[in-house]
Structure formats: structure tokens, C-alpha cells
């Protein structure tokens, strides 16, 4: 057996590659694990949780106005950037301290640098050169710069995340979960925003029923839609960006955000140098035990480009760490990943869990749809207009919830514990036999009992 200096090294400190050094270190590996840029990676850095602090500035934007209804009196407010810019700088440091602490307490030795693999077992960091039995490649992904011609010069999520001021006027392009979160955030900070995408709703692969209600809220924050629109170009100025449409048309913007998708940053790793091909977008392809073709070589997480999204990331890295140093090595406990929820932070929030209604139909399902569309109690009271939509997708033949879909206050809250029950299998007829917790929004998931339609495949 060759002697390496560890039995892990793991390329990138982000949500995977951080939850896969742990728990391998905790079972008894040597693990190294080597950052080129901040530990805690995009979800905590640059993603999910400076999106959701973000969120949080503009839902007290909404609350302050909600507030006078209920009585309370509150003078004219405005939002100031700058302290929640410092804020946030102050939060992720902290949070990086924290996960660095996490990996040291767990005695995973962390490298800072970027690191680029050089052959079987090895990688360079600097003037180092590190082996180990197994290297895992977890360095996430990056915006997209080259979607549209000249896109490369627009801003992307990262920068928004570091705005010292809110401008005036954005041009978000591109209708996916990062368009659609900061163009409903960005507009309740004070900017008037435009929003471009290329279908006729934005969300492509959600269910209709949520697309369309995306698609309203935005326009109720006063987002300006342009659906079924793209720039062909776009043209850096000296005071903001101009985009070229299709049609001839031009808009002018101080500010776009590139909102057009992420890439496996695989770039520059040394790959080659394992005789190892990504694939077209660069994604390190692996197998569902996170194997690469090339002995020895792993992968999990936004590198993969499978379910991009940090839970997924954790738990493919404690699988792999499983798989491969627990007690059973080889018998790898898989994470189910056939229904896996998520949310996108809009505001009301998106939460759903299993396929689309198109999606299951397709899939040969006969279902019964079952719907509730309301104005929530906190809403009517102050004459509000934001309303919640709830849809159970039933398959008519075995009963057993296909789906549950939301748009609402608290609905990726309402819908991570609903996804328990669809992990377990649950049947509509367990759904009725629940008793509800009242006065909630969430009540109307147990309450429903007349299919709004049952609809046929091919129907
Ligand atoms: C704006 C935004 C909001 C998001 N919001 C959510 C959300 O609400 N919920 C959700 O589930 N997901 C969200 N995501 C997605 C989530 O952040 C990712 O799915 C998750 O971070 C992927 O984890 P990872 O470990 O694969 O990669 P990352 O977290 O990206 O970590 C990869 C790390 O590798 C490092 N690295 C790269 N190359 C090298 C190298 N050569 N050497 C050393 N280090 C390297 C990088 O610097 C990075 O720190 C969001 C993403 C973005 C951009
Ligand atoms: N709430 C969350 O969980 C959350 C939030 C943000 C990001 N994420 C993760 O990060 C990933 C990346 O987010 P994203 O929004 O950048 O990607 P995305 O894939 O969700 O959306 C990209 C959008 O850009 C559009 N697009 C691509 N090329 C284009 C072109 N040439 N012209 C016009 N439009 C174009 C696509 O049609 C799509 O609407 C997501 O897929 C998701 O997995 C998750």
C-alpha cells in the first residue's frame, strides 16, 4: 500500500465538502481539506444565507407597512443598504469562524489556497504537494459569464450580496431561482425592477399553479415582467449596461444582475492530468456512489451538477464519508433522493416537494388535484391583497401524496415537514385523518376534501 499523507484530501470548504471532511475525520481519517477563497462556501458566503438576510431586510419592508393596519403607528421608513452590508460582512465572518472552528475541533487540517490536482493521488497547492488515498472534489460551481453575448460584464449574485447602496432602476435576466428571489427582494429595497425570461412564466420546471402565482406576486411588488424576452447582447456604458432585444429594441439599466445559471468550476483543476472528462458544462460525472471513472477520485455537490442545493451537498458528502470509512465501508447508505423539497425565497415564498403536475402526468399518474387559494387571516384583516395557494397532487389509483406545492407565508416552513410525511409514503386518506392545529394557513393541507379535478395522462 503506497503511503500518502492522508487518507482524504477534499477540494473545496463548502457545504459538501465541509459536511464530508467531518464526518470522515470523525471516523478515524487523516483529512485535509484545501479553500481557495472563504470556508463556508457559496451557501454561506455567497448564497443562501447573506439571500435569506437579505429576504429578511425586505419582509420588515412589507411587516412595517402590515403594522399601521394593526394599529401601530409608524413613521415614513427607508431602507439604508449600508448597515445591513456591514452587518452581513460581520454575520458570514462570523459563520466562517464558526465552520473553521467546526473543522478543527473535528481535527480536519484546513489548507488555504486553490488547489489543482496533478496526477493520481495528488494535489498542489501552492508550493505544496499533498497525496492521499482518496481526493474528493467538492469546489461547487460559478455564475455563467458567457450565456449572452457580453453578460460577462454584468454583476452577478455575488455582487447584489455586496451592494453598499440599492440602485435605482435593475434589469434582471433570467427567470430561475436566483432572477426570481432577487428581483422580489430588490424591488422591496427600492428599486424598480425588470425582470427577462425566456418562457412564458418564470421557474421553469415548477408547477404551473406556482409559476403563475410567481409571476403575479412579482408583479404585485411592482416588478415590470417581460416574459418570453432575451437580450440577444448586451452593451456595457459608461453609465450602466444597455440591452439589445431580439425585436431591435434596446432597454438601459445602471444595474443588471446576470441571473442566467451556474457552472461546475472544474476549470484549471488539472483533470486532464487524471485522464478524467467533464461533460459539456464542465460537471465531474459520477456514478450514484459519487464515483468518478478514475480510481480513487470522488465527487459530490454543485461540481456534480445533479440537485444543486445545499442540502443535497451535505448529505452526498456524509454518504460518501460513510461509504467509504465507516464501519461498513463499501455499504453505502444513499440518501433518498427521489423527492427532495425546496423553496425559493420570493416573497410569499415558494416551498413544494415531489413533480410538477405536468410532470406527473406525464409519468403516467391519474390524479386527483386538490387546491385552496385564500387570503390569510393576517392579510384580510388589513384588507392585504397577498394571497396563499396550496395544491395535493393524489395518485387516484393508490392514494398515496405524489406532491405538495405552496405559495404563501411560511410555505418552505409548512412544506419541509410535510415532506416527513411524503418520505414516509403518506395517502391522502392519512392527510384526512390528521387533525389540524387552528387558526393556521397550514390547517388547509388537512382540510381539503373534494379534488378541485381529477385529470387523466393525455387528457
Ligand atoms: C445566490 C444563491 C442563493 C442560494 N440559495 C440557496 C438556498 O436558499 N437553498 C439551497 O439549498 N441552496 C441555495 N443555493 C445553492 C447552494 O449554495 C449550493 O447548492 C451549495 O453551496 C453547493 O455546495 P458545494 O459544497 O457543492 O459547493 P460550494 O458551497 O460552492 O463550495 C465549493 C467551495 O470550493 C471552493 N473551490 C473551488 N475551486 C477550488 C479549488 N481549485 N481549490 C480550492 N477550493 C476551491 C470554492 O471557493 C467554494 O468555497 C444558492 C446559491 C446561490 C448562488
Ligand atoms: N432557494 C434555493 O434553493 C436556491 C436559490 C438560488 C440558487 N439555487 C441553486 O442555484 C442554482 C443556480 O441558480 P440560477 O438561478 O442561477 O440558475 P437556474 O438554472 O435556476 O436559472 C437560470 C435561468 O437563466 C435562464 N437562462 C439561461 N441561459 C439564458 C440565456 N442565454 N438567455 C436568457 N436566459 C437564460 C434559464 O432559462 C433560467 O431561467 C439553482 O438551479 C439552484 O439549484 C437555489
Not at 84 to 95: C, D, M, S
Not at 131 to 146: M, S
Not at 417 to 442: E, I
Request: charged share 20%.
Amino acid at each position: 500500500m503506497p503511503d500518502y499523507d492522508y487518507d482524504l484530501i477534499t477540494l473545496g470548504a463548502g457545504s459538501g465538502g465541509v459536511a464530508a471532511s467531518r464526518r470522515a475525520s470523525a471516523l478515524g481519517a487523516k483529512v485535509a481539506i484545501i479553500e481557495g477563497s472563504r470556508v463556508g462556501g457559496t451557501c454561506v458566503i455567497r448564497g443562501c444565507v447573506p439571500k435569506k438576510l437579505m429576504m429578511y431586510a425586505a419582509q420588515l419592508g412589507d411587516a412595517l407597512h402590515e403594522a399601521r393596519g394593526y394599529g401601530w403607528a409608524v413613521e415614513a421608513a427607508a431602507f439604508d443598504m449600508a448597515p445591513w452590508a456591514a452587518q452581513k460582512a460581520a454575520e458570514t465572518r462570523r459563520l466562517e469562524g464558526v465552520y473553521r472552528q467546526l473543522l478543527n475541533g473535528a481535527g480536519v487540517q484546513v489548507i488555504d489556497g486553490w488547489a489543482r490536482i496533478d496526477g493520481p493521488n495528488t494535489v498542489v497547492v501552492g508550493e505544496q504537494r499533498l497525496t492521499a488515498r482518496h481526493l474528493l472534489i467538492a469546489t461547487g460551481a460559478r455564475p455563467v459569464r458567457d450565456s449572452i453575448e457580453g453578460i460577462g460584464d454584468c454583476p452577478t449574485s455575488d455582487d447584489v450580496l455586496d451592494l453598499q447602496a440599492v440602485p435605482a432602476e435593475v434589469g434582471v435576466i433570467g427567470g430561475g431561482y436566483i432572477g426570481v428571489e432577487f428581483a422580489s427582494i430588490l424591488a422591496r429595497l427600492g428599486a424598480r425592477v425588470h425582470l427577462f425570461y425566456r418562457d412564458r412564466q418564470p421557474l421553469r420546471g415548477f408547477d404551473d399553479d406556482l409559476r403563475t402565482r410567481v409571476a403575479q406576486a412579482l408583479e404585485a411588488a411592482g416588478v415590470v415582467l417581460h416574459p418570453g424576452q432575451s437580450p440577444q447582447r448586451v452593451a456595457r456604458q459608461a453609465e450602466g449596461y444597455e440591452l439589445h432585444m431580439p425585436s431591435g429594441m434596446t432597454h438601459r439599466f445602471p444595474f443588471v444582475l446576470n441571473a442566467t445559471g451556474r457552472r461546475p468550476n472544474t476549470q484549471g483543476l488539472g483533470l486532464d492530468t487524471l485522464g478524467l472528462q467533464t461533460d459539456r458544462v464542465g460537471a465531474v460525472p459520477v456514478n450514484e456512489r459519487f464515483e468518478t471513472p478514475v480510481p480513487g477520485v470522488h465527487a459530490i455537490g454543485d461540481v456534480t451538477n445533479k440537485r444543486n442545493l445545499t442540502p443535497v451537498a451535505i448529505a452526498e458528502g456524509r454518504a460518501w464519508a460513510d461509504a467509504h470509512f465507516g464501519s461498513e465501508p463499501g455499504a453505502v447508505a444513499l440518501p433518498d433522493f427521489s423527492l427532495i423539497a425546496t423553496a425559493v425565497f420570493t416573497l410569499p415564498p415558494v416551498g413544494t416537494i415531489g413533480p410538477s403536475e405536468a410532470d406527473a402526468l406525464a409519468a403516467g399518474h391519474t390524479l386527483k388535484v386538490f387546491e385552496s387559494d385564500f387570503r390569510p387571516m393576517k392579510q384580510t384583516f388589513i384588507g392585504g391583497a397577498e394571497r396563499s395557494y396550496m395544491k395535493l397532487l393524489v395518485d387516484a389509483d393508490t392514494d398515496r401524496v405524489l406532491a405538495v406545492h405552496m405559495i404563501g407565508a411560511d410555505a418552505p416552513e409548512i412544506v419541509q415537514s410535510l415532506a416527513v410525511a411524503l418520505t414516509c409514503g403518506a395517502t391522502k386518506a392519512q392527510f384526512d385523518r390528521t387533525v389540524a392545529v387552528h387558526p393556521t394557513s397550514a390547517e388547509e393541507f388537512v382540510l381539503m376534501r373534494q379534488p378541485a379535478r381529477v385529470v387523466k395522462p393525455g387528457a
